[in-house]
T-cell receptor, first 117, second 113 residues
Framework: NAGVMQNPRHLVRRRGQEARLRCSPMKGHSHVYWYRQLPEEGLKFMVYLQKENIIDESGMPKERFSAEFPKEGPSILRIQQVVRGDSAAYFC???????????????FGPGTRLLVL | AQSVTQLDSHVSVSEGTPVLLRCNYSSSYSPSLFWYVQHPNKGLQLLLKYTSAATLVKGINGFEAEFKKSETSFHLTKPSAHMSDAAEYFCVVSASGTYKYIFGTGTRLKVLA
C-alpha cells in the first residue's frame, strides 16, 4: 500500500513564477490536508480538502495561494507570483473517508521543498 | 483553542541512555495527541497517538508516551537511545473529533556515540 506521494520533492522558482505542488493521497483516503513548514518551525495548517470541495482554507494566505482536489487526479497546491518568503517545505497529509476526517490519524507525504530565488 | 509547547528545542543523549522529550498541551476539549518523527529531508512518520483510551501509549521503535491530564503533559520516552533515533520530533494536538492538527515547534534529538 503506497503512502502519500508528493511531487516534485524539490522545486526551485524565481520570484514572480508559479509553483504547482502535487499530492496523491493514500489509497482509500479521500481527505487531504496541506501544511507549510518554515525553517526551524513546526508545521502550520493551510487547507483541508475533500474531492471537489474545499472544507477549510482558514490557514491559506488570502492572495496568490489556491488549492484543489479534483474528482480525478492529485490534489494541487498552487502558488502564483512566488516571493522569497514562500520558500518552505510543503507537506500533504491524507486520512480515511470516515466522519469527515474528524479525529482520524493523518498520514504525511515526504514534502516538497520550495526554494524561491 | 488548542496549543502545544515542546519544552526543549534540542536534546542530546548518549547512545544506550534514556530519552525524554517533553510536551505540554492546552485544549478546551478532550484532546487527541500525537508524536511524529521527521528524519532529515524526509516526511513525518507517526510514532504513536493518544485518543482517550489507555493513558500509556506504546508506539513504534520502542517509544512510548504517557497522557497526564492533571499535568497537561504528553512526554515521549524511550529506555535506550539508538543512533538511528537522531531526528526531529513533533508533538501534535487536535481537539477530539476535529481534523486540525496543531504542531509544536519540534525537538531535535541528537544521539552521541
Amino acid at each position: 500500500n503506497a503512502g502519500v506521494m508528493q511531487n516534485p520533492r524539490h522545486l526551485v522558482r524565481r520570484r514572480g513564477q508559479e509553483a504547482r505542488l502535487r499530492c496523491s493521497p493514500m489509497k482509500g483516503h479521500s481527505h487531504v490536508y496541506w501544511y507549510r513548514q518554515l525553517p526551524e518551525e513546526g508545521l502550520k495548517f493551510m487547507v483541508y480538502l475533500q474531492k471537489e470541495n474545499i472544507i477549510d482554507e482558514s490557514g491559506m494566505p488570502k492572495e496568490r495561494f489556491s488549492a484543489e482536489f479534483p474528482k480525478e487526479g492529485p490534489s494541487i497546491l498552487r502558488i502564483q507570483q512566488v516571493v522569497r518568503g514562500d520558500s518552505a517545505a510543503y507537506f500533504c497529509a491524507s486520512s480515511p473517508n470516515r466522519d469527515r476526517g474528524r479525529g482520524e490519524t493523518q498520514y504525511f507525504g515526504p514534502g516538497t521543498r520550495l526554494l524561491v530565488l | 483553542a488548542q496549543s502545544v509547547t515542546q519544552l526543549d528545542s534540542h536534546v542530546s543523549v548518549s547512545e544506550g541512555t534514556p530519552v525524554l522529550l517533553r510536551c505540554n498541551y492546552s485544549s478546551s476539549y478532550s484532546p487527541s495527541l500525537f508524536w511524529y518523527v521527521q528524519h532529515p529531508n524526509k516526511g513525518l512518520q507517526l510514532l504513536l497517538k493518544y485518543t482517550s483510551a489507555a493513558t500509556l501509549v506504546k508506539g513504534i521503535n520502542g517509544f512510548e508516551a504517557e497522557f497526564k491530564k492533571s499535568e497537561t503533559s504528553f512526554h515521549l520516552t524511550k529506555p535506550s537511545a539508538h543512533m538511528s533515533d537522531a531526528a526531529e520530533y513533533f508533538c501534535v494536538v487536535s481537539a477530539s473529533g476535529t481534523y486540525k492538527y496543531i504542531f509544536g515547534t519540534g525537538t531535535r534529538l541528537k544521539v552521541l556515540a
